[in-house]
């Protein structure tokens, strides 16, 4: 069976040309009441993967540079994207940052969510941590990502950031902080 091709959908904030893609479940725009259009028909979601230092505080996130050609594209995130109808959004998470950083599931434990939630549409950013003693390598993997990358915490903010995790980034912090 031959699963059709499009161009990636369109981004609403640019025309820069947009890399083929397979179409998956999930897969589509959703008008919401907040004025915007989302990704995910069924919703979406990231994973926000942090390292912690000797002192038991978390040192570094992986983020994802994201293409130039998806919405906000050159902006910093969370590897992630549309949840399939048929997985919850952990399962969508993990998916979504092995097929676009190489994050091995094993080398992972959820800590945590935090659920950005607009009625017809959710964001669930999943927080999770690397298995002590594991070495998670993980890199870009798909035309989704420029790059993949740990950066220290303190430089988070001083990276160009997807205007939603922007905006989300001191809650998100402030909960690897509880689960210490």
């Not at 997985?87 to 969508?92: K, R």
């Not at 979504?96 to 669930?124: K, S």
């Not at 999943?126 to 989704?144: F, I, K, N, Q, Y």
């Not at 990502?145 to 950031?161: F, H, K, M, N, R």
Request: aromatic content about 6%; glycine content about 10%.
């Amino acid at each position: 069976m031959t699963i059709p091709t499009e161009p990636t959908p369109p981004s609403p904030t640019t025309d820069a040309p947009r890399a083929p893609r397979h179409l998956q479940p999930g897969d589509g725009w959703v008008e919401c009441t907040c004025g915007r259009r989302h990704w995910g028909l069924a919703g979406a979601a990231g994973l926000l993967v942090a390292r912690r230092g000797e002192d038991g505080r978390v040192s570094h996130v992986l983020l994802q540079h994201r293409a130039t050609w998806s919405d906000q594209g050159g902006t910093w995130g969370v590897p992630g994207g549309a949840i399939h109808p048929d997985e919850t959004p952990e399962q969508g998470a993990l998916r979504e940052a092995h097929e676009e950083a190489g994050v091995d599931p094993a080398l992972v434990t959820i800590v945590g969510d935090r659920v950005l939630d607009h009625g017809p549409w959710r964001y669930t950013t999943v927080l999770a941590e690397v298995v002590p003693g594991a070495h998670l390598e993980a890199r870009a993997t798909d035309a989704e990502s420029l790059e993949i990358a740990w950066v220290a915490v303190e430089d988070v903010t001083s990276l160009p950031l997807l205007d939603a995790f922007r905006d989300a980034w001191p809650e998100l912090v402030g909960r690897f902080a509880e689960v210490a």
